[in-house]
């Protein structure tokens, strides 16, 4: 990916907390958008993705160290940026069930 592309990247364009949730969810929310590590963290699970393309978000989670909850919130940032799709279902290595595979976008 060039670097014009991460630096453009439109990753967080929109709120990803719900009207519903606490406040402590906002402001974390607007706390790690501004830091930037909502973006570095969605760019590690891309660069992980690129390698093991076709994978649940518990295995990319695995490749990444175990933290299984930032890959599932990273995830639906990258596919509202248009850069992965949500793939088929399969059984889940790490899990053993039926869970959604994400997938690169190609372009």
């Given at each position: 990916?060039?670097?014009q592309r991460k630096e453009?990247?439109?990753l967080f364009d929109?709120?990803?907390s719900?009207?519903?949730d606490p406040i402590s969810s906002h402001i974390a929310e607007e706390k790690i958008t501004r830091s930037g590590v909502r973006g570095k963290q969605a760019m590690r699970?891309?660069?992980v993705l690129l390698e093991h393309?076709?994978?649940t978000s518990k295995e990319l989670s695995q490749y990444l160290g175990g933290d299984?909850?930032?890959a599932s919130r990273r995830l639906p940032d990258l596919e509202k940026a248009g850069m992965v799709v949500r793939?088929?279902?399969r059984t889940c290595t790490v899990c053993n069930q039926k869970c959604v595979t994400w997938e690169i976008v190609n372009g």
């Open positions: 990916m060039s670097e453009n990247l439109p929109y709120q990803a719900r009207n519903t699970v891309y660069g393309n076709g994978s299984r909850y930032m793939g088929e279902m």
